[in-house]
């Protein structure tokens, strides 16, 4: 199955500097990669997501990057704010597998 | 409603008790999901339904855990003779389509002590 690995644990970030978290995964078959944003006491929710066939995707201030070659992809965020303090789960879809498989999560935390 | 609904929010039960979590999913979304969250950790798979059909129950991690959705909509998690390692925050998650087609909408989650 699956294996997907997240770094760093934590980060911290002052105000309007830019975060990256970085995720890589096992399988070369997965073919879907989405991030989620947990809140205290929430459900994850998706804030972007990328497909295999395409390298890099953007939604204003929020960008992922796929390497399928080497199995990783980026999760960057500029121009933070504390309102971007959560924890960020990247995962991956397995090809034929009926689940997402999640990272260990990156708590960041907006200096302000 | 507008997305998807578990209940209760917190649940406490002795440890040998039986338990049951609710998910009601958003109308209309074919796939529901079930994930377990330990403390600190990512979501874990547990299930997987496409409408009525359980299609994945791979990750439950023992025969103490079953779940169902018997009409396609309304989904129901149950824990018999609940043991402490059981608890963790139960994550249901709904999909219009199957698989890797769509996004994956979580609920709040339902919180399982068990003492």
């Known amino acids: 199955g699956e294996n997907v690995e997240q770094h760093p644990s934590t980060l911290s970030v002052q105000e309007g500097d830019s975060a990256v978290i970085k995720c890589t995964y096992s399988?070369?078959?997965?073919?879907?990669f989405p991030w989620y944003k947990q809140e205290l006491g929430k459900g994850p929710q998706l804030i972007i997501d990328i497909r295999s066939n395409v390298g890099e995707k953007k939604d204003q201030r929020i960008a992922v990057t796929l390497n399928k070659t080497a199995k990783h992809f980026s999760l960057h965020i500029t121009e933070t704010q504390p309102e971007d303090s959560a924890v960020y789960f990247c995962a991956a879809w397995e090809t034929g597998a009926n689940n997402l498989f999640f990272g260990t999560g990156t708590r960041l935390t907006v200096i302000p | 409603g507008a997305g998807v609904s578990q209940s209760p929010r917190y649940k406490v039960a002795k440890r040998g008790q039986d338990v049951a979590l609710r998910c009601d999913p958003i109308?209309?979304?074919?796939?529901l999901f079930w994930y377990q969250q330990a403390l600190g950790q990512g979501p874990e798979f547990l299930t997987y339904f496409q409408n009525e059909a359980q299609l994945d129950k791979s990750g439950l991690p023992s025969d103490r855990f079953f779940a169902e959705r018997p009409e396609g909509s309304v989904s129901t998690l149950k824990i018999q003779r609940t043991q402490q390692e059981d608890s963790a925050v139960y994550l249901c998650?709904?999909?219009?389509?199957?698989?890797?087609?769509?996004?994956?909408?979580f609920g709040e989650g339902s919180r399982l002590t068990v003492l």
């Open positions: 109308s209309g979304h074919v796939s």
């Open positions: 399988d070369s078959a997965s073919n879907y």
């Open positions: 998650a709904s999909s219009l389509m199957g698989t890797a087609t769509g996004e994956l909408f």
